[in-house]
């Protein structure tokens, strides 16, 4: 073998392995990444390594590696799940230095949490999303881990799990049994009693019908007999309108003579108002004679007592006693 082609093959081989090393390490030397570590209390299941880590939705990494550590003496597992972060899509609005490391503390101090979220229906297919809750309790358990780890919190997936499980399924089933079969037994009842039902149902309607027969042939004698009377009456309106007519002059001469008289009785009546005036001369004329009858009957009193008296006195004057 010639020296050139050992020389080519052991450059070869050594440009393979860099390639090889890069390429199993993720390109971490040239990419700017930096990795956190996040513990979920709820299942991953739908969770692979490489599935998306967003921020608000916004993608700014993957899931690197999803490992289980056991604890045979407490009887608990843990599965720290390793994020890898591109740190050049995350910049700082507070002027600090580009470049500089993540100061996941301080973020985390500001609310900064994770969260699984689903990231296909079809597939169930799950992802991490990062968002700012400030709040939220802070739980850290792998302070071993030596990554920064970032707290996180309950699913919507995972909440909605837990009100499934609370809910009381063998009870709601017996309900729902028992509410079917009583739906059933009404529905047999209905059955039993919608024969004769329909049949009263059916008699009603043509006893129905028979009352709107009789009620159509009474509306049109009464419509026949009112036309008639509205007929009747509306000659009767012209005959009165002819009378009228014909004695609206006995009837003008009337009013004229009833005017005359209503004119004479006013005359006398101003006429008996004079007589009876305190000035007037017939009611003078009457006062004195209605003195002279006062003195009259008082002169016949006289002479009627003194004839009680004295009965001679008719025959022999008033002179004797």
Same mark, same amino acid.
Request: glycine share 6%.
């Given at each position: 073998? *010639? /020296?050139?082609?050992?020389?080519?093959?052991?450059?070869?081989?050594?440009?393979?392995?860099?390639?090889?090393? $890069?390429?199993?390490?993720?390109?971490?030397?040239?990419?700017?990444?930096?990795?956190?570590?996040?513990?979920?209390?709820?299942?991953?299941?739908?969770?692979?390594?490489?599935? /998306?880590?967003?921020?608000?939705?916004?993608?700014?990494?993957?899931?690197?590696?999803?490992?289980?550590? $056991?604890? /045979?003496?407490?009887?608990?597992?843990? @599965?720290?799940?390793?994020?890898?972060?591109?740190?050049?899509?995350?910049?700082?609005? &507070?002027?600090?230095?580009?470049?500089? %490391?993540?100061?996941? %503390?301080? $973020?985390?101090?500001?609310?900064?949490?994770?969260?699984?979220?689903?990231?296909?229906? @079809?597939?169930?297919?799950?992802?991490?999303?990062?968002?700012?809750?400030?709040?939220?309790?802070?739980?850290?358990?792998?302070? &071993?881990?030596?990554?920064?780890?970032?707290?996180?919190?309950?699913?919507?997936?995972?909440?909605?799990?837990?009100?499934?499980?609370?809910?009381?399924?063998?009870?709601?089933?017996?309900?729902?049994?028992?509410?079917?079969?009583?739906?059933?037994?009404?529905?047999?009842?209905?059955?039993?009693?919608?024969?004769?039902?329909?049949?009263?149902?059916?008699?009603?309607? &043509?006893?129905?019908?028979?009352?709107?027969?009789?009620?159509?042939?009474?509306?049109?004698?009464?419509?026949?007999?009112?036309?008639?009377?509205?007929?009747?009456?509306?000659?009767?309106?012209?005959?009165?309108?002819?009378?009228?007519?014909?004695?609206?002059? %006995?009837?003008?001469?009337?009013? @004229?003579?009833?005017? *005359?008289?209503?004119?004479?009785?006013?005359?006398?009546?101003?006429?008996?108002?004079?007589?009876? %005036?305190?000035?007037?001369?017939?009611?003078?004329?009457?006062?004195?004679?209605?003195?002279?009858?006062?003195?009259?009957?008082?002169?016949?009193?006289?002479?009627?007592?003194?004839?009680?008296?004295?009965?001679?006195?008719?025959?022999?004057?008033?002179?004797? *006693?």
């Amino acid at each position: 073998m *010639r /020296p050139a082609t050992v020389g080519a093959f052991i450059i070869g081989a050594f440009g393979l392995t860099v390639l090889l090393i $890069l390429f199993f390490s993720g390109t971490h030397w040239f990419s700017g990444a930096s990795r956190v570590v996040v513990f979920f209390h709820e299942s991953i299941a739908g969770l692979d390594a490489g599935a /998306p880590v967003t921020l608000r939705g916004a993608p700014i990494g993957l899931v690197k590696s999803i490992t289980i550590r $056991l604890s /045979p003496g407490a009887i608990t597992a843990r @599965i720290p799940v390793v994020l890898e972060l591109q740190s050049n899509k995350v910049t700082w609005e &507070d002027n600090k230095p580009a470049g500089e %490391e993540v100061d996941y %503390e301080r $973020l985390v101090e500001t609310g900064l949490r994770a969260q699984l979220a689903l990231q296909s229906f @079809i597939t169930g297919q799950l992802r991490v999303d990062l968002d700012f809750r400030p709040g939220t309790p802070v739980e850290l358990v792998g302070r &071993d881990e030596g990554l920064p780890e970032i707290p996180t919190i309950e699913s919507d997936l995972g909440h909605f799990r837990e009100e499934v499980t609370k809910l009381k399924l063998k009870e709601l089933a017996e309900a729902g049994q028992r509410a079917l079969s009583a739906v059933e037994r009404l529905s047999d009842h209905l059955d039993a009693e919608m024969g004769p039902l329909s049949m009263s149902i059916h008699n009603t309607l &043509d006893a129905a019908t028979h009352t709107l027969e009789d009620t159509d042939e009474a509306v049109r004698r009464v419509q026949a007999e009112a036309s008639t009377a509205l007929h009747d009456a509306d000659l009767l309106l012209v005959d009165a309108h002819r009378q009228v007519d014909n004695r609206s002059g %006995e009837l003008s001469r009337a009013l @004229i003579s009833a005017d *005359r008289a209503a004119n004479q009785a006013e005359i006398f009546l101003k006429s008996l108002n004079s007589l009876a %005036e305190p000035r007037s001369q017939f009611r003078s004329n009457l006062e004195a004679a209605v003195r002279d009858l006062s003195a009259t009957a008082s002169s016949l009193r006289s002479f009627a007592e003194t004839v009680e008296r004295n009965p001679d006195s008719l025959l022999l004057g008033r002179g004797s *006693r």
